[in-house]
DNA sequence: AAACCGGGGCG
DNA sequence: CGCCCAGGTTT
């Protein structure tokens, strides 16, 4: 290492004591509830727009004990919108362990935590060194950037090699003391000043170390991941409406995309419209194409049909059970969405008024 | 259009 | 361990 861990995290956190952020909401009576809750959000989000879900999730759920309490449904409906929403299923299952084992209290202890659903070796030392000060490395994607650069390890940080090289600078450059104020600090470094494209060098404390910025080959740090292929996929979402205004929505499967969630009846593009309504007993009283759309996921792109189907007022035969709703997007129990359902909806609305 | 992001699950 | 999966935003 060239680098003097004692100087280089003195440098971390004088800036931070200049520069770092302190106003974010979960920086405020920071539990480890607090912290968790926010970490999950943030692994998939930026802050900007992290704060108002993590504002009306707090409202909702203010304690662990009323997140363990709650409805899967009512916990995605807070998360609708957000991606990942396994994420979502394991902070509630966390919930739940943490009431059962722990006796509602979050764990204190880094391999009591580690268990927990959805929390990995960075999360959980995040956690425990905001919350509670503990001595623990963190690795998220922006401490991963900061040190990529500074130390100049080549290749992508998803590989092996590169994650364990990465794991091991950081680990030699946590200090004993202040470790809250240093972990936040490279985060807030990674998030500020060390970023993707655009980074403010000048601005950065450790701009003198850093062997990239040295020999101007920032923008080759961190090394990209090589770019997959995406699969093109299609099909078609049936939006049933009935003449009460409400439209027909099933629950997605567990796992798999939008686990969880509630979405329109799906179908191949060779299935029949007609052919599945009549399947259950419902007929279309007329049938109206919308705009098709692209929902891109990382390993594909996904094209959705829609079809606007009204359905005749005569007695309905598809009832509300089990994993099916007649729901009512103005006033009706909330659910997990995924963001196309949701866009539809709102065009749905626009339409009808 | 491509990059990004932390953890789970599986072979 | 190595590889694939998931979703919406930013660049």
Redesign the pocket.
Known sequence: MTVNPDIFAARVLAWFHRHGRRDLPWQQQPTSYRVWVS??M?????V??VIPYYQRFMETFPDIRSLAAAPEDQVLHHW????????AR?LHRAARQIVEKHAGRFPARFEEV?A???????????VLSLSLGQRHTI???????VLARVFMVEG??????V??RLWEIARQLTPEQEVAAYNQAMMDL?ATVC????PDCAGCPVMDCCQAHGQDRVRDF?????????RERSVQMLVICNSEGEVLLRKRPP?????G?WSFPELGMDDKPDEWLAARGLSAECIRELAPR????????LHIHPLLILQKKTGCQVLDGDGQVWYNPGNGQRRGL???V?QLLLELQRIST
């Open positions: 970490e999950i943030l692994q998939q989000t930026q900007r727009t609708s919108g957000l991606g990942y929403y396994a994420r394991n580690l927990l659903p959805g929390i990995g070796e960075s999360t959980a030392g995040a690795l998220d994607g922006n401490v991963k950037r992508w940080p998803g590989r092996s090699p994650q364990r990674g970023l993707r494209s655009r961190p090394g990209r991941r090589k770019a997959a292929k995406r796992t798999g995309i939008w686990g969630l692209r929902h891109s996921f990382s390993h594909f792109h995924s963001a196309p949701q």
